[in-house]
């Protein structure tokens, strides 16, 4: 009895849930310092959950009445969500302590998120999967409104509730009609009662459509992406880098399971839908991120645009394109937990810096800050040798395996007018002169500056040794 008792608490989700109570048990009884060491124990607390994560193997209490699944590309992306989380708290701790935002219940509120994520990305039922989407929501609605004395803040916790409620029903109706259509939640029933069938019949494509849209509002892709640029506006910088680096990672696993396990013999009915997703995403990413002004903005047009890329290979739907996801979606979190790191650190006149102009003559007065910068900037681009660049080759490549040749020069195409807007601010940093000197301070942790070095190092260094990543992510199945 205690062996199992003592078995179950060492299941990942379970030992997370239970964990994030006690961080808010342990932050509510604090008297000092309380964000700051209910931070360090939440980031103690997803260390652990990720050796747990790697050693686990598969077990009947996990597998529930088959709630939820268990796979290599399952725990790949629950290690990178961990991993994520784990640098958004350490690179946000002194933002939050700078601006005065000092409620433990923030480090909390991305552990309950996170837990939301792990069980998404495991989901292998209708059900558990939704409540594991609304868990993860919730508490990012929450953490996008936490400050309270900002009407931007509010105002973006309230239009991405709203809209979250909206996606919530649309997936909700079409999860009844899938329901209502085969007889089961479960994804493997429902792959089973379906192969039985040479054509989804009208009811069952609506059902399919409505899930769709409902996961394209979650990971922002066009048309469903217009909470995104608000949203990341609105809330605090810090607020916006978990945002930016963790859920997309969720929402990408869920779309490919759910595409490619209930619906994997459906291929044309659903490929359709995720080929239309993939254009507009690239392509509005890539020209409305172009007249913006505003650097989080411009980062919110960069993701729904990263997000069109990653599409491809769900289109793709061959083991090279569950390959190129995986290795896109590393990129993409080391990239983005890069630039947070650097912005969560950067002041103009005692302010933190939001505008594009504002980094002007940053190379002659930071040159080590607007060096590390560029190279960001380059490998989001997609430009070699830098981590970038290969997400997008490996991505191209299970295109064209799939002969899909159109969505490949498209997607060519796009990344060549999106490094337009990655260039710009490598001209400005540059060669722009700035207003007036002395403005830009750049001061950061110890913590965050291993973290940035760390990411930087993987961003610069990745070509000499590509081949652990890829050969992890070659044997990764659904």
Known sequence: MLNNIYNIFFIPEIFLACSSFVCLLFGLFLKKNAFRQTSNLAVFVLLLTILLVYYDSESNFANYKSLFSHSSFINFFKILALLGSIASIIISKDYFLGIKLKNFEIPVLFLFSTLGMMLMIASNNLMSMYLAIELQSLSLYVAAAIKRDSISSAESGVKYFILGALSSGILLYGFSLIYGFTGSMNFDDISFYLSKYDNLNLGLIFGLVFVMVGLAFKVSAVPFHMWTPDVYEGAPNSITGFFAIVPKIAAVALIYRFCLVPFENFYLEWSQIILFLSIASMFLGAIAAIAQSNIKRLLAYSSIGHIGYILIALVAANDDGIKAASIYMFSYMIMNVAIFAILLSLKVKNEYLINISDLKGLSKSNPIVSLSISIIMLSMAGIPPFIGFFGKFYVFIAA???????????????????????????????????????????????????????????????????????????????
């Open 400 to 478: 064209i395996e799939q002969e899909l040749y159109v969505l490949s020069v498209l997607g060519v195409l796009a990344s060549v007018i999106s490094a337009f807007y990655y260039l710009r601010i490598i001209k400005i940093m540059y060669f722009d002169e700035s207003i007036s000197e002395g403005i830009i301070n750049f001061k950061i942790s110890f913590q965050s500056k291993i973290i940035l070095s760390l990411s930087l190092f993987l961003i610069i260094c990745f070509i000499f040794y590509p081949s652990l990543l890829i050969n992890i992510s070659a044997n990764l199945t659904i």
